[in-house]
């Protein structure tokens, strides 16, 4: 019997490289949703799965039944790649060059823009005093624009990172989607720009985009062109349940 791979997953630029990935990979897969605003990354049966307690975390099974538990959203592209034989090259030097391109969104790229995320958004809690995060945001957004010039000088002669497009792409896709938050625009960023626009008018792109968010109710609810996701990407239950 085939079980559907099972994705953990909350709507963040790290949860969304993977449902872009196996939406562009079209691989058969069911969402296991973990509110992350509501602790569901602390639960027993998650970390077991997934022990440094963050979303994503993904399960499959190999062929003799054994589960194969991944946590990490790099590893996790890489599983995928190599499984479907898509978006990750199967020549040497060019999966080398993909890695050091995922490696670096996920030693660079995501934890500064994460951590810039983070400092933002506490500097606008409305007790807070906006002035003392003003050094971390200077010292994340610097570093943050700096990876964008890293990142727009590649794109400088190729249409996606790698020259194809790949789970290198993915990888930096998500987290560059976030740049107004970040960095207000990317004017300054004009290969950039073109790159997250030509990746953002792909279909599956936007299907991994459009899958099940937190509802204010509590429960879930599906969002953007949710209906064009298969019936098993729904949380179990019903539209509505908690996850
Ligand atoms: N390096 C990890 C980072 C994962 C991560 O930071 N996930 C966040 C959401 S984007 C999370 O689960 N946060 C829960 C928490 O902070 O408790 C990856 O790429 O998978």
């Not at 062929?63 to 790099?74: L, N, P, Y």
């Not at 590893?75 to 978006?87: C, E, F, N, T, V």
């Not at 391109?101 to 958004?121: E, K, N, T, Y």
Request: net charge neutral.
């Amino acid at each position: 019997m085939t079980h559907a791979m099972q994705l953990y997953y909350f709507p963040t630029p790290n949860g969304r490289k993977i449902s872009i990935a196996l939406e562009e990979m079209g691989l058969p897969y069911e969402i296991v949703p973990v509110n992350i605003l509501e602790g569901g990354q602390q639960r027993p049966e998650f970390l077991e799965i997934s022990p440094n307690n963050r979303i994503p975390a993904l399960v499959d099974w190999s062929a003799d039944g054994t589960r194969i538990k991944i946590f990490e959203s790099g590893a996790i592209l890489q599983y995928l790649g190599r499984k479907s034989g898509l978006l990750y090259p199967a020549d040497e030097a060019a999966r080398c060059w993909v890695d050091s391109w995922v490696f670096w969104q996920m030693a660079g790229l995501g934890p500064m823009a994460g951590q810039l995320s983070w400092f933002i958004r506490v500097s606008n809690i409305p007790d807070r005093d906006a002035r003392d995060y003003a050094y971390p945001i200077h010292r994340y957004r610097k570093e943050v624009r700096r990876l964008y010039g890293v990142l727009d000088r590649q794109l400088a002669r190729r249409s996606y990172v790698c020259d194809d497009f790949s789970i290198a792409d993915i990888a930096s896709w998500t987290w560059v989607d976030q740049y107004q938050q970040h960095i207000g625009g990317l004017g300054d960023f004009a290969n950039v720009a073109n790159w997250h626009a030509r990746i953002a008018e792909r279909p599956a792109v936007r299907r991994g985009l459009s899958i099940w968010t937190p509802a204010s109710d509590g429960g879930w609810s599906a969002a953007g062109d949710a209906a064009q996701i298969a019936d098993g990407a729904k949380p179990k239950g019903s539209s509505s349940s908690r996850p």
